[in-house]
């Protein structure tokens, strides 16, 4: 099931792009047993009938490619490996998977039918595959026995197959399959210290046993990352992201290059996210070079980018930032050079914003405030006002720290509950906001001399976004105004190690 990731628009809105199910907050059903990060080296295989060398290593690229989220491409391969063999029932089975939905990627209408003439095939070619063979196929043909109207009760019937075919076989593909199966339908959500839904429990027991038998498991490892990514406690996919992490892929398996950024940039650490999203993106170049207009680029290109640029703008390099904003304003069509100032503290450069910049009215209305300018902030909230955009979170930071400027500090308040609000309906997972509002509510406390409300705010800041490094210079100097000295120490050090390689004063850098 597809996640609605929130993707920013002209002031601050967000638009819906299909990428997994939106997951609440947040188990530990741990997973812990997962060995050290050693690289996934071990191929992906599935043995099929086939007396065809070439049929059975195209038929397990194809597998490779459906677990790396490529299903165009492991369409491909499946395909190659049935003109190979066309008497490989299994090779046509491989295109019903491919074709059929993913956690990123629901079910297609044209797709659909396309699947549904594979698994015939596959079915009318099986008498010569191996009962194992003949059980994947057999329970495949269960999703698309009817119309794609029936779709939702056929996939049911999938996978609650898939699952006993996986708990009696104990094969590693069935679990890994089943696995997915449950958490398309059960989501990602967590109550606690497990997951919502007893699906995904299932899923997490069947990710465990494959994971323990087999640490290096490309698709055990992919679906670890996507399931703990709202989880409460997500240490027990670092091993994932770790090995994901330590494995050179080709251009068709970007998406396995991206997933660490997932962990790395929910439990705060931006700079190894960074890493992790320029690997991705240099693979994604290629790709995009190769053909722009292919259904993964289209599909993926835009969260990628939006993932490395969130990391970078938590960072305090602006020239870094900058590179990551060139790469938004192509990916995206809309310039993000004035936000990345205004985050950055370039104040002249963010009010020097044109029309087409992200959120441009409030980015030069901020701008204009943190340059003395308030007659010119009041026009520029005006025109929000009367063009009725100010539901978004930068306009109504703008809004916050206007009536701030202006003495009223509960319309401020207002404001900025307004926006946070926004942002935590909007944003979960490995994407954050541009400009967390707690940081502003924390700054706007701390100027105004109540330290004890600032660390509330900083601390909020920090607990939604771990490590945000503006929100722990700003908690040091709020714990330092209320005489904790040792406390204030220890957050000044954190952000210390956290703001290496800036180029910019943290001072400016407050919203």
Same mark, same amino acid.
């Given at each position: 099931m597809d996640k609605t990731v929130s993707y920013p628009t002209a002031e601050g809105l967000s638009s819906a792009e299909p990428t997994r199910q939106r997951l609440k907050k947040p188990h530990v059903l741990l997973l812990a047993v997962v060995l050290a990060a050693t690289p996934p080296t071990r191929p992906v295989h599935l043995e099929v009938t086939t007396s065809v060398s070439q049929a059975q290593a195209a038929f397990d690229r194809g597998l490779f490619l459906y677990y790396a989220y490529d299903g165009d491409d492991a369409q491909r391969s499946f395909a190659q490996a049935a003109a190979f063999d066309p008497q490989l029932a299994m090779a046509f089975w491989g295109i019903a998977l491919a074709q059929g939905p993913d956690l990123n990627t629901p079910v297609a209408e044209d797709r659909f039918a396309v699947a549904a003439v594979a698994i015939r095939k596959a079915s009318a070619s099986a008498r010569t595959a191996s009962p194992l063979e003949r059980r994947f196929i057999e329970i495949m043909a269960l999703r698309y026995q009817g119309t794609f109207a029936d779709h939702t009760r056929d996939d049911a019937a999938y996978r609650h197959a898939m699952l006993a075919f996986a708990q009696t076989s104990r094969d590693e593909n069935a679990e890994l399959l089943a696995a997915e199966a449950l958490m398309e339908h059960g989501g990602l959500e967590w109550n606690a210290? %497990?997951?919502? @839904?007893?699906?995904? /429990?299932?899923?997490?027991?069947? !990710?465990?046993? *494959?994971?323990?038998?087999?640490? /290096?498991?490309?698709?055990?490892?992919?679906?670890? !990352?996507? +399931? =703990?990514?709202? %989880?409460p406690n997500r240490a027990p996919a670092r091993p994932c992201a770790e090995r994901l992490d330590a494995e050179a892929w080709s251009a068709e398996a970007e998406h396995l290059a991206h997933m660490p950024a997932h962990y790395w940039i929910e439990t705060g650490n931006y700079a190894r996210a960074l890493n992790s999203s320029e690997r991705a993106y240099q +693979?994604?170049?290629?790709?995009?070079?190769?053909?722009a207009t292919s259904a993964h680029v289209q599909? =993926?290109?835009?969260?990628?980018?939006? *993932? &490395? =640029? @969130? $990391?970078?703008?938590?960072l305090g390099n602006y020239t870094q930032a900058q590179r990551w904003s060139q790469r938004m304003s192509v990916a995206f069509g809309t310039n993000f050079d004035a936000i990345t100032a205004l985050r950055f503290g370039r104040y002249e450069a963010a009010y020097a914003a044109s029309n087409d910049e992200?959120?441009?009215? @409030?980015?030069?209305?901020? %701008?204009?405030?943190h340059l003395g300018r308030i007659?010119?902030?009041e026009t520029m909230a005006a025109r929000l006002r009367s063009d009725k955009t100010t539901d978004g979170y930068m306009p109504a930071l703008l809004l916050a720290e206007l009536a701030e400027a202006r003495g009223h500090e509960a319309e401020a308040e207002a404001w900025i509950d307004a926006s946070r609000a926004n942002q935590?309906?909007?944003?979960?997972?490995?994407l954050i906001p541009l400009i967390p509002a707690d940081e502003a509510l924390g700054t706007i406390r701390l100027e105004h001399g109540d330290a004890g409300s600032a660390i509330e705010a900083f601390t909020a800041a920090l607990a939604?976004?771990?490590?945000?490094?503006?929100?722990?210079? &700003?908690? $040091?100097?709020?714990?330092?105004?209320?005489?904790?000295r040792a406390q204030a120490t220890a957050s000044d050090d954190s952000f210390a190690q956290t703001w290496k390689g800036a180029d910019t004063n943290a001072a400016d850098a407050l919203p």
């Open positions: 210290e %497990a997951p919502a @839904s007893d699906e995904t /429990q299932q899923a997490l027991r069947l !990710i465990e046993g *494959v994971l323990s038998d087999d640490a /290096q498991n490309v698709m055990a490892n992919h679906l670890c !990352i996507h +399931l =703990y990514d709202l %989880a +693979l994604m170049a290629q790709l995009t070079a190769a053909d599909h =993926y290109a835009k969260h990628d980018v939006a *993932v &490395g =640029y @969130s $990391a970078a703008m938590m992200f959120s441009a009215l @409030s980015v030069r209305g901020l %701008a204009a405030l007659g010119e902030a935590r309906a909007n944003f979960s997972g490995e939604a976004y771990p490590n945000d490094p503006r929100a722990l210079y &700003g908690l $040091a100097r709020a714990l330092s105004a209320s005489g904790r």
